[in-house]
């Protein structure tokens, strides 16, 4: 039985995305990898489909990421194969601990794209490594002037400090309503 008196649940929640950019290379060091870590980054040379979602799900699950299952399988794979869009995937103990994507279609930005860590990942330090690797190889590209990432609400709570910690700044906040997510598969 529901309550006359109470409004019916909305389907949307409100998203605040932010986005943040750098606009010169950091100085560094970064975080080392974690002593003793079985991990190794890999580059992805044309991947198919299949192994974008598995990494995208990977990572995403928990934060709601859904926007690419609702575009073009076409159109995705165009932007995985094109030149100047590179996928890194984090492999730890032989199995798929995270990724990034650099976005390095506009003349002299590079976007960080995709970045995540598998949930078992999480607290283990693995997340300031890979972003210190992301950040080295966006900048490590000749003619790169700036950096981009943006985050949301619904990313992981840790996502906006560790951006900023790294060297990012906030430039735009936009509210957004988006879908409720439905309940983890």
Known sequence: ???????????????????????ARPKGPFAPLPMNAPVSLMRAVTPPLRWFF?????????????????????EVLAFLHDPDVSLFTLMHDGWTGGFFMLDHRVRGVCDLAYFGLAPELLGRGYGKWLLGEAIQT???????????????TLDHARALPLYQRMGFS?????????????PAA
């Open 54 to 74: 598995h990494l995208y799900d990977g990572v995403g699950a928990g934060h709601d990421w859904t926007d690419r299952h609702q575009d073009d399988p076409a």
């Open 138 to 152: 966006g900048w490590d590209r000749e003619g790169t002037t700036r950096m981009s990432v943006n985050t949301c």
């Open 1 to 23: 039985m529901t309550d006359a008196n109470q409004p019916p649940e909305s389907d949307e929640i409100e998203c605040v995305i932010t986005f943040l950019e750098m606009t």
């Open 170 to 182: 906030p430039v735009r906040r936009v509210v957004e309503r988006r879908k409720r997510p439905g």
